[in-house]
Each structure stands twice: as structure tokens, then as C-alpha cells.
């Protein structure tokens, strides 16, 4: 029987598998090294921009090695605080193959 946590544990990994298979297929279609701007996709696969699931997926995906935060952009005065843009890596393209079947 699943607890509480693992079945948490389960829905931020689908929601960021989910973005990231958005983000690839409509941003970084050249594969690993491409630049992917997850707030522009997160609306297609029901996650809003800053709320907690967004941020859990998010935060799993570069915890996961998916994706590498691109420092140079944003401004720090002005934007938010995260990064705006993420380059994709050689994990995220793992992650994504070895998930296929469900989409």
C-alpha cells in the first residue's frame, strides 16, 4: 500500500515528465544542449507558472540532472527568482525514452 508521500512523490514526477515531454517536442527539438523555457509550456499540461506543483516539477527535473539552469538570463533586480531558461541534458533525453510507453 502506498502512503501519502510516495503517492505525492508519484504526481511530481508525472507533472514534470509531462512538461518536460512538452518542452521537448516544442522547444528543443535539436536535442541535448537545447534551451527550454518551461513557464512557456507548463499552461499545456495544466501546471501554473509559480504555483507549488510547477515548482515541485520543476525542482525535480534539475534535481534529476533533466535540466541545468542557464544563468545569464533574467534580470535579478527585475525577475523572478529562478531561472528563466534551462538547457536540456542527456538525462532529460534518458528520462524521456525510458517513459515513452506512457505516453
Request: charged residues 25%; proline residues 7%.
Amino acid at each position: 500500500m502506498k502512503g501519502a508521500k510516495d503517492v505525492m512523490t508519484q504526481e511530481i514526477r508525472e507533472d514534470a515528465l509531462q512538461l518536460l515531454r512538452i518542452a521537448y517536442r516544442e522547444e528543443a527539438k535539436v536535442g541535448e544542449g537545447a534551451s527550454v523555457v518551461p513557464s512557456q509550456v507548463a499552461p499545456r499540461v495544466g501546471l501554473e507558472v509559480g504555483s507549488e506543483r510547477y515548482n515541485a516539477a520543476l525542482r525535480y527535473l534539475v534535481g534529476e540532472g533533466a535540466l541545468v539552469e542557464e544563468p545569464d538570463y533574467g534580470d535579478p533586480d527585475i525577475g523572478p527568482p529562478h531561472p528563466i531558461s534551462y538547457t536540456l541534458t542527456s538525462a532529460a533525453l534518458r528520462m524521456l525514452g525510458e517513459n515513452e510507453h506512457r505516453w
